[in-house]
T-cell receptor
Framework: ETGVTQTPRHLVMGMTNKKSLKCEQHLGHNAMYWYKQSAKKPLELMFVYSLEERVENNSVPSRFSPECPNSSHLFLHLHTLQPEDSALYLC????????????????FGAGTRLSVL | GQQVMQIPQYQHVQEGEDFTTYCNSSTTLSNIQWYKQRPGGHPVFLIQLVKSGEVKKQKRLTFQFGEAKKNSSLHITATQTTDVGTYFCAGREGGSEKLVFGKGTKLTVNP
């Protein structure tokens, strides 16, 4: 148990569905991240939130929409996904200074295995 | 932008053999981290190196940071089946705030 909980663990959705991934961290950290892990790109950073503000958006398609209501919770809203979006989606958190996002150790959740049909 | 290259992509060894994975950056790094991901699991932090030429050991694992702070290596002595997994390096360019992961080295160990 890393202190970062992701739900659901597995998700199957059609291309017209709307779903959300949830991440919760119990470590008191102030930065949270979404990563996509697939065979082609093992660990691809998608979004970074520091002190609940989005500070990084790595050219992710608009069909992925993140939300960070507070420093402990992070969501990834999904809509009209494509089959190539099937992957393991990992959430991570860290404790960073406001000027030093993603500086420190990343604590990963177990991930959500997403299949898009 | 910053790139972190990791080799080899795959490594298969017999139990008891040594294993090394190498990480190279296109730019000077302020620090480098190593993570291990077991099959079906998630990445778990192993260690962080900060100083030029730094060497750290964790039991059978030896981590090195190059003098120029552009490369790093992880060496496992006498591998065991519990070492199976993918090892990732992650580096941060000096002046940048983003952590960039290498593609990882997948280690399999034959008992």
């Amino acid at each position: 148990e890393t202190g970062v909980t992701q739900t659901p663990r597995h998700l199957v959705m059609g291309m017209t569905n709307k779903k959300s991934l949830k991440c919760e961290q119990h470590l008191g950290h102030n930065a949270m991240y979404w990563y996509k892990q697939s065979a082609k790109k093992p660990l691809e950073l998608m979004f970074v939130y520091s002190l609940e503000e989005r500070v990084e958006n790595n050219s992710v398609p608009s069909r992925f929409s993140p939300e960070c209501p507070n420093s402990s919770h992070l969501f990834l809203h999904l809509h009209t996904l494509q089959p190539e979006d099937s992957a393991l989606y990992l959430c991570a958190s860290s404790q960073d200074s406001p000027s030093g996002v993603a500086k420190n150790i990343q604590y990963f959740g177990a991930g959500t295995r997403l299949s898009v049909l | 932008g910053q790139q972190v290259m990791q080799i080899p992509q795959y490594q298969h060894v017999q139990e008891g053999e040594d294993f090394t994975t190498y990480c190279n950056s296109s730019t000077t790094l302020s620090n480098i981290q190593w993570y291990k991901q077991r099959p079906g699991g998630h990445p778990v932090f192993l260690i962080q190196l900060v100083k030029s030429g730094e060497v750290k050991k964790q039991k059978r694992l030896t981590f090195q940071f190059g003098e120029a702070k552009k490369n790093s290596s992880l060496h496992i002595t006498a591998t065991q089946t519990t070492d199976v997994g993918t090892y990732f390096c992650a580096g941060r360019e000096g002046g940048s705030e983003k952590l960039v992961f290498g593609k990882g080295t997948k280690l399999t160990v034959n008992p």
